[in-house]
């Protein structure tokens, strides 16, 4: 068949509306707390009785970027799971997905993803959905192979009939493999490798002992003078201010604030992955006394660290032993590193009053991990292999297992209701999904407000989430304030 026969067979779908599919179970306040551990979102209108009950919300609500995981068919929905005699599913887009799967596209990912908000959700709401398939395009060469992109609009609403929201999303099915290649530059020179490991090993002597053994346990030491009690950085042998000999240590909590900073791009040598972010750093006072410490910054772009940022300690395993139990150079080595400290979460909810165009809500840095992309795709009831074993993801075309849109769409939303408040009224959640989030790639979360319109009290907030591959999401949440 040619290219242009298969596009025509797919595009016959086109229009066509799958019939009103109705969940099988009612939105539970145990799936709601599910979401909410998976995704580190402790705002309590989502389960505190008490508080919801005091909202604008009169109790326990869903979170608006749960629209489209209560109706989902589940694991059943991927074809080794599914339990005899029931019945592929026939909706408009299962059946170009199965169409092209059978054409060797079988590489999937997310591309954009549009919530809006009629209604929050509640337990014991029971959901429907009406899916038309809205576009599939022609066959493209993208970045990750050639493949077509597949378009559904989704109408929500419950048994009942009420309008809860509606959903646009897009899908890239792809052939594995067949990914563009950026052409070799004969000049460029490739990047040294960043395992850590290859770095050189500090150097471990008698004047900063103690501190190599508190990194080992993860504990942030700072040399102390057993005479007078000054604290000081770098180490030294003997106290510049009472010239003792009997140096000590003191433990740091490992937040502090960024005092200043420099970007190296060069020279590059093998353990670091460049350019990088160089901070001093002022450590919360201890003793009641301010101490600076230098050590490289993770988790963040250059153009994102500013002057005063509140950071946080992240520990660098970097050098496995090379004898056992030494513990000099050879011994195991950790690094103290900082990256921004995760944004505390407001309790009493800002008003549109409050908020200014162009306002930059604190940074967030996520260290990713399987468990957050596991966790958050079980969450939303999301058993996409791609998610959860990495063995198929290989196979799918990817190079290891990546966050489900919907979990980052469930992070963009606590990012920014964190920053606002619990009781901010989400009513649009739009996202475009760039470089996948893969496991140990720390994501950083950036926003600013886009616009105010302060006598409704509607807010535009403007975020990326963005990995060392690129930006991962670029979207924004539209939402209601107080006024
Ligand atoms: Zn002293």
């Known amino acids: 068949m040619s290219a242009d026969d298969f596009l025509a067979q797919l595009r016959a779908h086109v229009g066509a509306q799958g019939p009103r599919h109705e969940a099988r179970h009612p939105i539970t306040g145990t799936g709601i707390a599910d979401w909410c551990d998976a995704i580190g979102d402790t705002n309590p209108l989502y389960t505190d009785e008490e508080a919801a009950a005091k909202s604008r919300h009169g109790g326990i609500v869903a979170p608006p970027a749960t629209l489209d995981i209560w109706d989902r068919p589940g694991l059943p929905a991927q074809a080794r799971f599914r339990p005899q005699g029931l019945p592929a599913a026939d909706d408009p887009r299962s059946k170009v997905l199965r169409m092209l799967e059978n054409a060797g596209f079988v590489g999937v990912v997310a591309v954009n993803s549009e919530l809006e908000i009629v209604r929050y959700l509640r337990p014991g709401d029971v959901l429907t959905n009406t899916q038309t398939l809205e576009e599939i395009s022609e066959e493209k060469q993208t970045g990750l192979g050639i493949g077509h992109f597949v378009t ?274 989400v009513s649009a959640l739009r996202v475009r999904l760039g470089a996948p989030a893969y496991p140990y790639r720390p994501l950083t979360f950036s926003g600013s407000v886009q616009s105010v319109d302060a006598g409704i009290g509607r807010v535009v907030v403007a975020v990326q989430a963005v990995n060392d591959l690129g930006p991962h999401v670029t979207g924004t949440v539209e939402l209601e304030l107080p006024t």
Request: net charge negative; charged share 20%; glycine share 8%.
């Open 152 to 425: 559904t609009r989704q109408r929500y609403e419950t048994v009942d009939g009420e309008h809860v929201g509606d959903l646009l999303f897009r899908i890239l099915k792809f052939r594995p493999g067949t990914g563009k290649t950026a052409a070799a530059d004969p000049n460029a020179k490739p990047a040294p490798a960043a395992d850590p490991a290859l770095r050189p090993r500090p150097a471990i002597n008698r004047v900063n002992q103690a501190l190599f053994d508190g990194y080992r346990a993860h504990e942030l030491r700072i040399p102390k003078c057993s005479e007078c009690g000054r604290l000081f950085f770098p180490p030294l042998p003997r106290c510049s201010e009472c010239g003792s000999f009997d140096i000590g240590y003191a433990v740091a909590s490992g937040h502090g604030t960024v005092y200043s900073y420099t970007v190296v791009h060069y020279p590059q040598v093998p353990g670091f992955r460049y350019p990088i972010v160089t901070a001093l750093v002022e450590l919360e006072p201890i003793d009641g006394q301010v101490v600076r410490f230098l050590a490289d910054m993770v988790g963040v772009t250059p153009d994102a660290v500013t002057i005063g940022m509140p950071v946080e300690i992240e520990w660098l395993d970097s050098h496995p032993a090379q004898v056992e139990d030494a513990t000099d150079s050879r011994g195991p080595i950790s690094l103290p590193q900082f990256r921004p400290a995760t944004p505390t979460r407001r309790a009493q909810t800002l008003s549109a009053a409050e908020v200014s165009e162009g306002e930059r809500l604190p940074i967030w840095t996520l260290p990713l991990s399987p468990t957050h992309i596991v966790a958050g795709a079980i969450a939303t009831r999301d058993f996409q292999d791609v998610h959860h074993d990495r063995d198929l993801a290989h196979k799918k075309g990817s190079a290891d297992i990546f966050l489900n849109i919907n979990t980052s769409l469930g992070y963009m939303q606590r990012f920014v209701t964190d920053w606002t408040g619990p009781e901010a009224v």
